[in-house]
C-alpha cells in the first residue's frame, strides 16, 4: 500500500513537470492535458483528472489508496516549440514502454534545464531578416527592405533589454513598438525610407503574438474556455500595446 503510494507520488511528479515544460514553452492546454493523463496510464494510473491555465497546473490521480492531488504555479511563459517536441517525444516513449518511471524524470529534468533557444544575435539577426521580408509581403517597395529591417531588428533588440529590467511584458512591447514607429518615422523623413505604412507594419510583426492567438482559439475550440479567453485577452494586451506605441508616435511626429 505504501509502496504505491509512493509510485503514484513519483508519477505524478513526472506529469507535473512535462505539463510545466509544455506549458511554459507555449503548449497548447488540451495537448498539456493529455500528455499528462497518458503518461501517468502508461505507469498504470487510469484515474487522473488534469485542470489547466496559463499560470496553474492542477493534477490528481485516484489510486488503490486516497486521491492525490498536487498543484504548480505556472509564472514565466515563451515560445520554445522544440522543448515541447522534446516532451512529446519522451510521452511517445514512455507509451511504447521504451522508457521507465526514473529515466523519463531523468530527461525531463535535463529538458526543463536546457536552452535551446539560438543566440541573441541570431534572434535580432532573423527578426530584421523577417521584418523586411514581411514588408514586402504587405506589398511594400524594395527600397524600403533596409529600413524596415533596421527598424524590426532594433525594435525586438529593444522588446528584450527592456523586459531584462521592466519584467511587465505590456511595458516593454509598448516601448519596442515607439522605437520601431521612431526608427521608421526618422527615416522617412530622411528620404532614405519611401512608404511609412509598410515600413512600421513589417516591422511590428516580429512582436505580434500569433502563436498565443492560434492557442487562444484552439484552447476555445476544443472547449478550454478559460484558457482560450486568457490566452485571448493576453493577445489582445499584446496588440494593444503594440498599436499604442506606434499611435503615440503618428500622434505626435
Same mark, same amino acid.
Given at each position: 500500500?505504501?509502496?504505491?503510494?509512493?509510485?503514484?507520488? %513519483?508519477?505524478?511528479e !513526472?506529469c507535473?513537470?512535462?505539463?510545466?515544460?509544455?506549458?511554459?514553452?507555449?503548449?497548447? &492546454?488540451?495537448?498539456?492535458? #493529455?500528455?499528462?493523463?497518458?503518461?501517468?496510464?502508461?505507469?498504470?494510473? %487510469?484515474?487522473?483528472?488534469?485542470?489547466?491555465t496559463?499560470?496553474?497546473?492542477?493534477?490528481?490521480?485516484? @489510486?488503490?489508496?486516497?486521491?492525490? &492531488?498536487?498543484?504548480?504555479?505556472?509564472?514565466?511563459?515563451? &515560445?520554445?516549440?522544440?522543448?515541447?517536441?522534446?516532451?512529446? @517525444?519522451?510521452?511517445?516513449?514512455?507509451?511504447?514502454? #521504451?522508457?521507465?518511471?526514473?529515466?523519463?524524470?531523468? %530527461?525531463?529534468?535535463?529538458?526543463?534545464?536546457?536552452?535551446?533557444? *539560438?543566440?541573441?544575435?541570431?534572434?535580432?539577426a532573423?527578426? @530584421?531578416?523577417?521584418?523586411?521580408c514581411?514588408?514586402?509581403?504587405?506589398?511594400?517597395?524594395?527600397?524600403d527592405?533596409?529600413?524596415?529591417m533596421?527598424?524590426?531588428?532594433?525594435?525586438?533588440?529593444? *522588446?528584450?533589454?527592456?523586459?531584462?529590467?521592466v519584467?511587465?511584458? *505590456?511595458?516593454?512591447?509598448?516601448?519596442?513598438?515607439?522605437?520601431?514607429?521612431?526608427?521608421?518615422?526618422?527615416?522617412?523623413?530622411?528620404?532614405?525610407?519611401?512608404?511609412?505604412?509598410k515600413i512600421?507594419?513589417? @516591422?511590428?510583426? &516580429?512582436? !505580434?503574438?500569433?502563436?498565443?492567438?492560434?492557442?487562444?482559439?484552439?484552447?476555445l475550440?476544443?472547449?478550454?474556455l !478559460?484558457?482560450?479567453?486568457?490566452?485571448?485577452?493576453?493577445? *489582445?494586451?499584446?496588440?494593444?500595446?503594440?498599436?499604442?506605441?506606434?499611435?503615440?508616435?503618428?500622434?505626435f511626429?
Open positions: 500500500m505504501e509502496k504505491q503510494v509512493e509510485k503514484t507520488s %513519483e508519477v505524478m !513526472v507535473l513537470l512535462a505539463g510545466k515544460i509544455m506549458l511554459q514553452s507555449g503548449g497548447e &492546454t488540451y495537448r498539456v492535458e #493529455d500528455t499528462m493523463m497518458r503518461i501517468a496510464a502508461s505507469f498504470g494510473i %487510469e484515474n487522473t483528472h488534469s485542470y489547466v496559463p499560470t496553474g497546473i492542477i493534477f490528481s490521480a485516484e @489510486s488503490s489508496g486516497p486521491t492525490r &492531488t498536487k498543484l504548480i504555479r505556472i509564472l514565466e511563459r515563451s &515560445t520554445d516549440l522544440k522543448k515541447v517536441a522534446l516532451v512529446n @517525444s519522451i510521452s511517445r516513449s514512455i507509451s511504447s514502454g #521504451d522508457v521507465n518511471l526514473k529515466e523519463a524524470w531523468e %530527461e525531463l529534468k535535463e529538458i526543463d534545464s536546457l536552452d535551446v533557444t *539560438f543566440p541573441f544575435r541570431i534572434q535580432v532573423a527578426a @530584421s531578416l523577417a521584418s523586411g514581411f514588408m514586402i509581403m504587405f506589398k511594400g517597395g524594395w527600397n527592405f533596409i529600413p524596415a533596421i527598424s524590426g531588428g532594433m525594435g525586438y533588440y529593444s *522588446f528584450v533589454h527592456f523586459h531584462r529590467y519584467p511587465v511584458k *505590456f511595458f516593454s512591447e509598448f516601448l519596442a513598438s515607439f522605437v520601431i514607429g521612431l526608427l521608421s518615422f526618422l527615416f522617412v523623413k530622411m528620404g532614405v525610407g519611401h512608404q511609412l505604412d512600421i507594419i513589417g @516591422s511590428v510583426m &516580429t512582436l !505580434v503574438p500569433g502563436l498565443l492567438v492560434t492557442n487562444a482559439i484552439r484552447d475550440m476544443a472547449g478550454h !478559460v484558457s482560450g479567453l486568457s490566452k485571448g485577452a493576453e493577445a *489582445f494586451l499584446t496588440a494593444f500595446a503594440i498599436g499604442a506605441g506606434i499611435a503615440v508616435v503618428v500622434s511626429l
